[in-house]
């Protein structure tokens, strides 16, 4: 028997309780409930007020730990709004679908002049064919007569709106009623809904740590240092990730946890450790430290497409890159922003970094490293032999990228994201990730600067 499957779309511009409230109601009655905030939308221009990663980090946070619950950020992403009936068909894969409406946009339905049936597209037919689990809103009483052919009625008590909790935060009130915790601090510390130019950095404190451990275990150093916060440790409720280790165990903590938005502190147990606070920088007496510096680190988004076709995407941290695949150097066609800008890179390869990320294999490829936070990315080849004297460039963070291969029969190149092996691979696209995000928390002491010119400059 097929899964009965809630669709729950829309704006979540913030998330509140009372969508948290209607999502526990439907997974009461259903087998399993999906959370779709949507893209930009011509009807609410208010769904651009904050960029697409703020919302989709509250979703995450209203929606978290849910029985039956998933969220998918799939229309953020791609900067898309997509109609209820191209939902239907894509969630038809997971069992059947049923819409999730409030009783405001079906008044008038049993006339034939609700906003269902005026204002969708297909709104005719999809009245008469498709379910809607119907959830009473304030304000607007249920009239059985208005309900469509195939319809549940989920009764749920949700006051609260949107709109509501958007005017609080524009007048410096508090939200913390509306939201859950967690949506009740982010909004505050990147000053959301304020009118104002939001911020990428933020003061951060803990008063009562919850950890997460995450430590290299081939690291005794490592090893020893998580054992000393085991005390703090709560991996069933944690409110901060620890990483203990090098750069390479943050960003493998990265790569498992940053859809958990929770703010990632690390100390430094390899060697640099540019993403890691010193240890020299905690306090003696206290940990955490109560003046530290939260700094929002956008991810990558990487699509590669297949000799075959196949399109896949994947998300990176640091960096992603082609390289040859064969004995032959890479013929590679180089697009930013939809311009040709190498016609021909003959190199071992080519790659993009983000800022955090361009102290690793950028650096390693003759690239000058940027300071974190830096709204850019660097673009460097490998070994690069035409353009003659080419080396790398820099780039703003919200480029788009293209690499393609111009021989793939007798000069294949391999794609890769932060690592990760992608295949073989005909193009690979890159561009900043509109959804995924994370929080790195350093000591106010942390000098990013001083461990880049312990690089650059001999000993």
């Given at each position: 028997?097929?899964?009965n499957?809630?669709?729950?779309?829309g704006n979540?511009n913030?998330?509140?309780?009372?969508?948290?409230l209607?999502a526990?109601?439907?997974a009461?009655?259903?087998d399993?409930?999906?959370?779709?905030?949507?893209g930009?939308r011509?009807d609410k221009p208010?769904?651009n007020?904050?960029?697409?990663?703020y919302?989709?980090?509250?979703?995450?946070?209203?929606?978290?730990?849910?029985?039956r619950?998933?969220?998918?950020?799939?229309?953020l992403?791609?900067?898309t709004?997509t109609?209820?009936?191209?939902?239907?068909?894509k969630?038809?894969?997971?069992?059947e679908?049923?819409h999730?409406v409030?009783?405001?946009?079906?008044?008038?339905?049993k006339?034939?002049d609700?906003?269902?049936?005026?204002?969708w597209?297909?709104?005719?037919d999809?009245?008469n064919?498709?379910?809607?689990?119907v959830?009473?809103?304030?304000g607007?009483?249920?009239d059985?007569?208005?309900l469509?052919?195939?319809h549940k009625?989920?009764?749920?008590?949700?006051?609260g709106?949107?709109y509501?909790?958007r005017?609080?935060?524009?007048?410096?009130?508090?939200?913390?009623?509306m939201?859950?915790?967690?949506?009740?601090?982010?909004i505050?510390?990147y000053?959301?809904?304020?009118g104002?130019?939001?911020?990428?950095?933020?003061?951060?404190?803990?008063?009562?740590?919850?950890?997460?451990?995450?430590?290299?275990q081939r690291n005794?150093?490592?090893?020893?240092i998580?054992?000393?916060y085991?005390?703090?440790?709560d991996?069933?409720?944690?409110?901060?990730i620890?990483?203990?280790g090098g750069d390479g165990t943050?960003?493998?903590?990265i790569?498992?946890?940053?859809?958990?938005?929770l703010?990632?502190?690390g100390?430094?147990a390899?060697?640099?450790?540019f993403?890691?606070?010193?240890?020299?920088?905690?306090p003696?007496d206290?940990?955490?430290?109560?003046?530290?510096?939260?700094?929002?680190?956008?991810l990558l988004y990487?699509e590669t497409?297949?000799?075959?076709g196949e399109?896949k995407?994947?998300l990176?941290?640091?960096d992603?890159?082609?390289?040859?695949?064969?004995?032959?150097?890479?013929?590679?066609?180089?697009?930013?922003?939809g311009?040709?800008?190498i016609?021909k890179l003959?190199?071992?390869?080519?790659?993009v970094a983000?800022?955090?990320?361009?102290t690793?294999?950028?650096r390693s490829?003759?690239?000058?490293?940027l300071?974190?936070?830096?709204p850019?990315?660097?673009?460097?080849?490998s070994?690069?032999?035409?353009p003659?004297?080419?080396?790398?460039v820099?780039?703003?963070?919200?480029?788009?990228l293209?690499f393609?291969?111009?021989?793939?029969?007798?000069r294949p190149i391999h794609g890769?994201?932060?690592g990760?092996?992608?295949?073989?691979?005909?193009?690979?696209?890159v561009?900043?990730?509109?959804?995924?995000a994370i929080?790195?928390?350093?000591?106010?002491?942390h000098?990013?600067?001083e461990?880049?010119?312990r690089i650059?400059f001999?000993?």
């Amino acid at each position: 028997m097929a899964k009965n499957v809630a669709v729950f779309g829309g704006n979540f511009n913030p998330p509140g309780v009372h969508h948290r409230l209607i999502a526990e109601a439907l997974a009461k009655q259903f087998d399993e409930v999906v959370v779709v905030p949507c893209g930009p939308r011509p009807d609410k221009p208010t769904t651009n007020d904050v960029d697409p990663i703020y919302r989709a980090t509250m979703v995450d946070q209203t929606f978290r730990g849910m029985d039956r619950v998933t969220v998918e950020l799939f229309d953020l992403e791609q900067s898309t709004f997509t109609r209820t009936h191209k939902l239907d068909e894509k969630f038809a894969e997971r069992g059947e679908p049923w819409h999730v409406v409030g009783t405001d946009l079906i008044q008038g339905g049993k006339s034939g002049d609700c906003f269902i049936q005026r204002n969708w597209q297909h709104g005719e037919d999809l009245w008469n064919q498709l379910n809607f689990a119907v959830i009473s809103r304030p304000g607007f009483e249920l009239d059985k007569a208005d309900l469509p052919p195939r319809h549940k009625v989920v009764e749920v008590e949700s006051p609260g709106s949107s709109y509501l909790i958007r005017e609080k935060a524009f007048k410096r009130e508090s939200v913390g009623e509306m939201t859950v915790p967690e949506v009740a601090s982010y909004i505050d510390r990147y000053r959301l809904y304020r009118g104002t130019i939001t911020n990428r950095t933020a003061k951060y404190e803990i008063t009562e740590p919850r950890f997460m451990i995450f430590y290299d275990q081939r690291n005794p150093k490592a090893h020893a240092i998580a054992s000393e916060y085991q005390d703090m440790a709560d991996p069933q409720n944690p409110n901060c990730i620890l990483v203990i280790g090098g750069d390479g165990t943050m960003l493998q903590a990265i790569r498992s946890h940053w859809r958990s938005r929770l703010p990632f502190f690390g100390i430094n147990a390899g060697h640099l450790g540019f993403l890691l606070n010193d240890r020299m920088d905690l306090p003696e007496d206290r940990f955490p430290a109560d003046d530290m510096i939260l700094r929002q680190l956008p991810l990558l988004y990487v699509e590669t497409e297949s000799p075959e076709g196949e399109i896949k995407d994947a998300l990176a941290f640091s960096d992603a890159w082609v390289e040859r695949a064969s004995s032959q150097t890479a013929w590679i066609e180089v697009s930013v922003n939809g311009q040709v800008r190498i016609p021909k890179l003959v190199a071992d390869g080519a790659l993009v970094a983000t800022a955090a990320g361009s102290t690793a294999y950028a650096r390693s490829m003759g690239a000058t490293p940027l300071l974190m936070g830096t709204p850019a990315m660097i673009l460097v080849g490998s070994n690069v032999m035409q353009p003659p004297n080419w080396k790398s460039v820099i780039l703003s963070h919200d480029s788009h990228l293209e690499f393609q291969t111009l021989n793939r029969e007798k000069r294949p190149i391999h794609g890769f994201a932060d690592g990760e092996p992608q295949g073989e691979v005909n193009v690979l696209r890159v561009r900043t990730s509109r959804i995924a995000a994370i929080e790195l928390a350093f000591c106010a002491g942390h000098d990013m600067a001083e461990k880049i010119a312990r690089i650059q400059f001999p000993a």
